[in-house]
C-alpha cells in the first residue's frame, strides 16, 4: 500500500535539524510521523544537543513527517518510506526557516530565543533577550538563573551548594578564576551569548563540582556575509559615584569555507564597600573580649576583553578553529576601618584606625585550537581540542594603623605604616580527544575520549614595615612567602546509550590518576596527594508523551581542594579577620541522584526535579578565634553532608507579548562533622526567581521584570543570609531592529547585601555587608548584518564553539 500502512516492522527513521540561515543545530525540536491518508499523528520525537532525531519501532509503509518550532515555519517532508528490505530511513539534514526570512540578497537577521530553554541534560540561558543584565558582568548573568547564587566575594553557589565548576567555552580558564579568584566580575555580559547548567552530567565531563557544571559561552559569529554590533551602557549610582560605563563592539565575517570573528568590550565601574562586624568571645562565664568593627570603603573595576578567531570549513567533512580571549583588568580599593576593643564589663580597652589602599591588576589568556570530523551519513564524529590559559595578578597593599586612647582620639604613639607586594601566576594546559559513533541500526551511540590538564600556580609574596627611627622600609617577614601549586589530572571515558522506544539510557564510567602538590617553597616542605578514581555515571529516560518526560540520574563526582585553600601562608589585610589555608585537604567525594519530569505545552512548559546528594570528606570553610580578639578562615574536611533538595522551572506565556519564568529551589542539609567543637547542624534553605517580560508598541518595545527572594542558608558553623534584587528595564527598538535604547535600574530598592552569623559556645559574631548595587543604566545599540542567501548546498556548519 502507498497511501497507508501495509504491514507491522521495527521501521527506523532519523535525521537532523538545523536552521536554514544560521547552519545552527536545534534542540528540542519535536518531529511528528503522519499517516498519509489521514494525518493522522503515529509517532514522534524531539531532536537532541546536536539537532539530531530517531524515531523508531514504526510499522512498514509510507509517511509524512511533520516538523513544527516557535518563530520558525511548519515544514513537511514527503515520500519517508520504510519497509522489510529498507527498515532504516534517513532524511538527511533537514533545513527549516526562520518564520522572519525573506528570500532576499541582502536581509536584515531577525530573530529572538527564549531567555531559558531547557534541554535534554541541560538548561541554556540565553543572555541576550535579558535586559536587566545589560551593562551587567558574567555575575550579573549568573545571579539571574535558576538555582544559582554570587555572594559578596564572587564564589558561585548552585542547588544551595558552593563547589562549581566554572568553565569557558566548555574549558577550564583563567578568566573563571583558576587562579584561586572569581574574575568573572571583570566579564562583560555584552560579550556572553549564553549559559548553560548541567546538574548531573555525564562521564563524559570532568567530574569536579559538587551540584555541577556552568558552562559560559562566548559570542560567536553564526551568519553568512559581514555582522557587526556596537552598544554603549552608562550608568551611575548617585551621579556623583557609582558610575558605569561600557561599550561592547564585534564584527565577523562568514562565508561557504571561513568565519572569522571579533569582539571588544570595556567596561569601567566604581561603588563602595561596607561592612559591619561584632564579635563577643567568652574566655570564663565572667570574662571575655568584645571587638566592633565599622568600615567604609571604595571599589573600583575597570578591564578590557577581547575575542578574536576563526573557524576553517576544510574538504572531507572537517572543521578546524582557533581562537584567542583575553581579559585585562584593574581593581583598585580603598578602606578606612575602626575597631573598638571593649571586655564584658562594657570598658573600652582600644581604640584604633586602619587605613588601607588595595589596587591589583589582572592580566588572563586563553588560546585555543579545536579540529573535527565528521563521519560520512551523520554516523558521529570525533573532536580534538588543545586549551592554554594563561594568567596573573599584581596585588598591592598600602595600610597605616593609627592608634587612639581609648577615651578620646588622641593618638598614643606614632602610626605603623606596611606594605605589601604579592605576585599571582596562573598556567592551565589541557588537551582533550573525544569520539562519538552512532549505531542507527540499533538505535545507539557510543563515546569515548581521553583528557589531561596541568595547572601550574606560583604566589610570591613580600611584606615591608616603615621604620619611623631610621626612616626607611624594612622587610616585615610575617608576610614574606613563597608557595607553588602543581596539579596533574589525567582521565579515559567511555559511554553507551540507546533508545528503545520510549526508553532512553545511557551508562558510562571515568578513570582518572590525579595529583595535587602544593609546596611551601620558603619551608622547604612539599606535599603530594596522590590518587586514583573511577566515577561511574547512569541516565534513563522515558516519554509519557511525546511532549512529557521523566528521569532519573546518577553520578559520582568529586571537589577537589583549589589552590588558594590549600596555601598555608596567613592573609594580614585585616589583623582581626585572618584567612589560612590548609595545605593537608584531602579530596571530597559525591554521590548525586536527581528524578526529573518535563512537560511541554503550547503555552507553558515546566521542569520538576528531585534531588539526593551524599558527602564524604566534605571540605569546609571554619573560621577560629583566638584569645588575642583575632580570628581566622581556614578549611577542614569533616565527616559528611546529607541533602535532598526540589527544584522547580516554570515557562509560561499566557499571550504572545508576555513570557514569564519562575525557579524555585530549595534543599534540607544535614552537617555531620564527628568535631568536637564543631556540633552537626541541620536546617533548610531556600531560593526563588521570576522574571517577566512585555512587548508592546507592535513588537518594537519591551520592559522586564526580575526579582530575588533568597531564604537563610545553613552552614556548618552559623547561618547566612543574602538579600537578592529587584530589578527593571525597558528597551525601544528602531529601523527593524538595527537601532536600540534603554534604560534599566538594578536593585531597584538597594536590598542587596550579605549578613552571617555564628553562634556557637564561647564565640557570637554578627557581621553585615553592603555595597553599591542600585544603579540607573542608559542604553544603546546598534546592529547590521548581512546574509548571503544560495541554493548551494550547505558545507557542514556546527561551528560549536564551546557547546558542552
Known amino acids: 500500500m502507498q497511501n497507508g500502512i501495509a504491514q507491522k516492522g521495527d521501521a527506523t527513521v532519523f535525521g537532523k535539524i538545523i536552521d536554514s540561515e544560521s547552519g545552527q543545530s536545534l534542540e528540542y525540536v519535536p518531529v511528528k510521523v503522519l499517516k498519509i491518508k489521514d494525518s493522522s499523528i503515529v509517532s514522534g520525537a524531539f531532536t537532541d544537543a546536536d539537532g539530531k532525531f530517531t524515531i523508531e519501532n514504526l510499522e512498514y509503509g509510507k509517511y509524512l513527517l511533520k516538523i513544527t518550532f516557535p518563530n520558525y515555519k511548519t515544514h513537511f517532508v514527503s515520500d519517508v518510506f520504510v519497509s522489510a528490505a529498507a527498515k532504516n530511513f534517513n532524511t538527511g539534514t533537514i533545513k527549516i526557516e526562520s518564520a522572519n526570512s525573506k528570500e532576499l540578497k541582502e536581509v536584515t537577521v531577525k530573530g529572538q ?5 531547557t534541554g535534554i541534560d541541560k538548561k541554556v540561558y540565553n543572555v541576550g533577550e535579558d535586559l536587566s543584565v545589560k551593562g551587567g558582568t558574567a ?20 542547588r544551595g551548594e558552593g563547589t562549581v565548576t566554572v568553565l569557558i567555552d566548555g574549558r577550564p580558564s583563567s578568566i573563571s578564576g583558576g587562579n584561586g579568584r572569581s574574575l568573572l566580575d571583570a566579564l562583560p555580559a555584552g560579550s556572553i551569548e549564553r549559559v548553560e547548567i548541567v546538574t548531573n552530567p555525564s562521564a563524559k565531563y570532568d567530574p569536579d563540582g559538587t551540584s555541577g557544571i556552568i558552562n559560559i559561552v562566548l559570542k560567536k559569529n553564526k551568519l553568512k556575509g559581514f555582522n557587526g554590533s556596537i552598544s554603549t551602557n552608562l550608568g551611575s549610582g548617585n551621579l556623583r559615584n557609582g558610575n558605569v560605563a561600557e561599550t561592547n563592539a564585534s564584527l565577523s565575517y562568514r562565508n561557504g569555507w571561513i568565519n572569522v570573528y571579533g569582539t571588544y568590550s ?3 565601574l566604581d561603588g563602595y564597600r561596607n561592612n559591619v562586624s561584632y564579635i563577643k568571645q567568652s574566655f570564663t562565664p565572667d570574662s571575655g573580649r568584645i571587638v566592633d568593627q565599622n568600615r567604609l570603603g571604595t571599589d573600583l573595576n575597570a578591564g578590557h576583553t577581547f575575542r578574536t578567531g576563526a573557524d576553517f570549513y576544510l574538504k572531507g567533512r572537517n572543521l578546524l578553529g582557533v581562537s584567542a580571549t583575553g581579559s585585562t583588568g584593574r581593581r583598585d580599593r580603598t578602606g578606612d576601618l575602626w575597631n573598638d576593643i571593649y571586655d564584658f564589663q562594657n570598658v573600652k580597652s582600644a581604640y584604633w584606625e586602619r587605613v588601607s589602599y588595595d589596587p591589583s591588576q589582572q592580566h588572563n589568556y586563553d588560546f585555543n585550537l579545536n579540529f573535527k570530523h565528521d563521519f560520512k551519513n551523520d554516523r558521529g564524529n570525533f573532536v580534538v581540542d588543545l586549551n592554554q590559559s594563561l594568567g596573573n595578578e599584581n596585588i598591592q597593599g598600602y595600610y597605616t594603623s593609627n592608634f587612639f586612647n581609648p577615651d578620646s582620639i588622641t593618638q598614643q604613639f606614632s602610626s605603623v605604616q606596611q606594605r605589601l607586594f604579592d605576585r599571582e601566576k596562573n598556567n592551565i594546559t589541557s588537551g582533550q580527544f573525544d569520539l562519538t559513533y552512532l549505531m542507527p541500526k540499533i538505535n545507539a551511540r557510543l563515546e569515548t575520549g581521553a583528557k589531561g590538564i596541568v595547572r601550574y600556580q606560583t604566589v610570591d609574596t613580600y611584606s615591608q614595615r616603615y621604620d619611623y ?26 559511554i553507551f546509550g540507546q533508545q528503545l522506544g520510549k526508553f532512553k ?35 534513563v529516560r522515558y516519554a509519557i508523551l511525546p511532549k512529557t518526560e521523566v528521569s532519573l540520574s546518577y553520578s559520582k563526582r568529586i571537589t577537589r581542594a583549589q589552590a588558594a585553600d590549600l596555601n598555608p ?7 582581626f579577620n585572618l584567612r589560612v589555608g590548609n595545605p593537608y585537604l584531602k579530596p571530597e567525594y559525591i554521590d548525586s541522584y536527581d528524578f526529573g519530569f518535563t512537560h511541554e505545552a503550547k503555552k507553558w512548559n515546566v521542569l520538576v526535579s528531585a534531588y539526593y546528594r551524599h558527602n564524604t570528606g566534605v571540605i569546609t570553610r571554619y573560621k577560629e578565634y583566638y584569645e588575642n580578639g583575632t580570628s581566622a578562615i581556614t578549611f577542614k574536611n569533616i565527616s559528611e553532608t546529607l541533602t535532598l533538595g526540589q527544584e522547580v522551572v516554570l515557562s509560561f506565556k499566557p499571550f504572545p507579548w508576555w513570557k514569564n519564568m519562575l525557579s524555585w529551589n530549595g534543599n534540607y542539609v544535614w552537617y555531620i562533622t564527628h568535631i568536637s567543637n564543631l556540633p552537626d547542624r541541620q536546617g533548610y534553605m531556600m531560593n526563588m526567581k521570576y522574571n517577566s517580560s512585555v512587548e508592546f508598541w507592535k513588537k518594537t518595545a519591551t520592559a522586564t521584570l526580575s526579582v530575588t527572594l533568597n531564604g537563610k542558608r545553613v552552614t556548618a558553623q552559623g547561618i547566612a543570609q543574602r538579600q537578592g534584587p529587584i530589578d527593571i528595564a525597558f528597551e525601544k527598538k528602531f529601523k527593524d531592529g538595527k537601532w536600540a535604547i534603554g534604560c534599566r535600574v538594578s536593585d531597584l530598592f538597594n ?17 553585615d555587608f553592603k555595597w553599591m548595587t542600585r544603579r540607573f543604566f542608559l542604553t544603546a545599540s546598534y546592529k547590521f548584518g548581512k546574509l548571503e542567501i544560495s541554493n548551494k548546498k550547505s558545507v557542514n556548519t556546527d561551528g560549536g564553539g564551546g557547546d558542552l
Open 113 to 117: 530565543l527564549d531567555v531559558l530553554t
Open 751 to 767: 536590598m542587596m547585601g550579605f549578613t552571617f552569623k555564628i553562634d556557637r559556645p564561647g564565640v557570637y559574631q554578627t557581621s
Open 569 to 575: 601562608f596567613t592573609s594580614y589585610s585585616d589583623p
Open 266 to 268: 570595556y567596561r569601567y
Open 139 to 158: 555575575n550579573d548573568i549568573l545571579n539571574r538563573l535558576p538555582s544559582v547564587e554570587v555572594d559578596q566575594d564572587g564564589n558561585v553557589m548552585l
Open 469 to 494: 627611627t631610621n626612616s626607611y622600609w624594612q622587610s616585615d617577614t610575617i608576610s614574606n612567602f613563597k608557595y607553588k601549586y602543581n596539579e596533574q589530572i589525567y582521565s579515559l571515558y567511555g
Open 505 to 539: 539510557y545511557q551508562g558510562g564510567i571515568r578513570l582518572e590518576q590525579a595529583y595535587q602538590i602544593p609546596e611551601l617553597v620558603s619551608q622547604n616542605i612539599q606535599i603530594v596527594n596522590n590518587y586514583f578514581n573511577w566515577f561511574p555515571s547512569a541516565h
